[in-house]
């Protein structure tokens, strides 16, 4: 393969076309390449000086920055509303999609013997919490087995017979967006069954604000759903949503008790002591920031040609089939599967992760799902094709090396 591999902070490609961001307009060290934006995200210097000056405001005068917080908490509610589609009343602010899923757990009250079913997609996180949660209430969690290959009718089906078995189905948690597979979730197909079985929905809709552009409507009529605003929309870390439908809302309440407890919900979100939510009042910036940039809808498009290309390039550099997961991608998302004795487990993916980042410089991300390791992809603006280039030239022997030293 013959390329031309630029060093990571040069540009290259279409950079700044139609006035998108790049890598100069994030804080991101231009010695390394940063190709995992998925996990963490990354905050425009714009928004980094606003997250600067509210932190410098609240420290200059706590008592008139506790005086007036509610009241700016709930405009910037208001604006993260509208960019997702809903309205203020429905949003309340989390720290991340972790929590969101974690609030509804805890909220809610499961008959003993009731059913909680997940998929074995499932965010690990949240599949502790699902499992502690039916524990305590004496629930008992069934797990939908879903291939990569399913196709949407294959899911509709397993959900269906899982919900027409056994004891009632009180609640069915899913990912919107798979955090280990890359699958965007048929949705739709899984709510309108799991309602017709009388169970409630909760939606993971962790990588979902900025990736899809109308998440909540993909996700219509959950009972609740949750998604973090630190991964594609670039907010500050600690900024999530969580979405709740109107006649289930008001049995939600923070994880921890404070003076807004009496209020209702979301209301009730918004006054949690001393907590720093000056990430929750700079996250419109991040917003804006994308919307000025070049907009919200070329951004989608620039990510989603990168990952595509990219996916290609190193599946041949590797030699992967890249058949049995070409199905349900998610948007900007893509997996590369790797031989099949490298990141059997989470703990071998990530040492594989840290081998990959300490001898390339790249940040990835290696995954493990089902005994099967894969390299997962996930692009954003800033990410050039070189980039891709450098990984394709350098990841074939380093994997290999890593085969010979697990037989």
Do not use: F
């Given at each position: 393969m013959t390329t031309q591999v630029q060093?990571?902070?040069t540009t290259g490609g279409d950079e700044g076309t139609a006035g998108l961001p790049t890598l100069a307009d994030f804080a991101l060290d231009p010695e390394v390449r940063h190709l995992n934006h998925g996990s963490f995200g990354t905050v425009p210097r714009p928004v980094l000086d606003r997250l600067a000056a509210?932190?410098?405001?609240?420290e200059s005068n706590p008592d008139a920055w506790w005086r007036t917080l509610t009241g700016r908490i709930a405009a910037a509610r208001a604006e993260v509303a509208a960019f997702l589609r809903t309205t203020p009343d429905a949003l309340a602010f989390v720290p991340n999609a972790s929590s969101g899923a974690s609030t509804v757990l805890a909220s809610l009250r499961f008959p003993r013997g009731a059913r909680v079913l997940m998929t074995d997609h499932t965010y690990g996180a949240v599949a502790m919490g699902v499992r502690r949660v039916a524990a305590l209430h004496g629930a008992v969690v069934d797990t939908?087995?879903?291939p990569l290959d399913a196709s949407t009718e294959d899911i509709a089906s397993l959900f269906a017979r899982k919900?027409?078995?056994?004891?009632?189905?009180?609640?069915?948690?899913?990912?919107?967006?798979t955090s280990p597979t890359a699958r965007l979730f048929p949705l739709p197909e899984i709510v309108a069954a799991s309602h017709a079985a009388g169970a409630r929905v909760l939606v993971d809709g962790a990588h979902a604000p900025g990736l899809l552009a109308d998440p909540l409507g993909h996700a219509s009529g959950?009972?609740?759903?949750?998604?973090?605003?630190?991964?594609?929309?670039?907010?500050?870390?600690g900024t999530a949503a969580l979405v709740a439908a109107e006649d289930v809302?008001?049995?939600?309440?923070?994880?921890?008790?404070?003076?807004g407890a009496p209020n209702p919900y979301p209301h009730r979100f918004d006054e949690q002591g001393t907590q720093d939510v000056t990430g929750w009042l700079a996250v419109p910036g991040s917003l804006a920031f994308f919307a000025e940039r070049g907009g919200w809808d070329a951004a989608r498009a620039r990510m989603e040609r990168t990952v595509t290309?990219?996916?290609?390039?190193l599946a041949e550099a590797?030699?992967?089939?890249?058949?049995?997961?070409?199905?349900?991608?998610?948007?900007a998302m893509r997996l590369i599967p790797l031989a099949a004795t490298l990141a059997t487990d989470p703990d071998r993916a990530a040492a594989l992760q840290r081998r990959v980042a300490a001898e390339l410089r790249c940040e990835v991300s290696i995954t493990s799902w089902d005994g099967r390791g894969f390299l997962r992809l996930s692009a954003h603006v800033y990410n050039r094709p070189e980039e891709y280039e450098y990984l394709a030239e350098r990841l074939p022997a380093l994997f290999a090396a890593a085969e010979r030293e697990a037989d």
């Open positions: 060093a990571p902070g509210l932190r410098a405001e609240m939908v087995h879903v919900l027409g078995s056994g004891a009632p189905v009180a609640l069915v948690v899913v990912d919107q967006i959950a009972d609740y759903w949750t998604g973090n605003l630190h991964k594609w929309t670039c907010g500050p870390r809302a008001q049995e939600l309440v923070p994880l921890v008790n404070s003076w290309a990219a996916q290609a390039l590797l030699g992967a089939d890249l058949a049995g997961v070409s199905v349900h991608e998610a948007p």
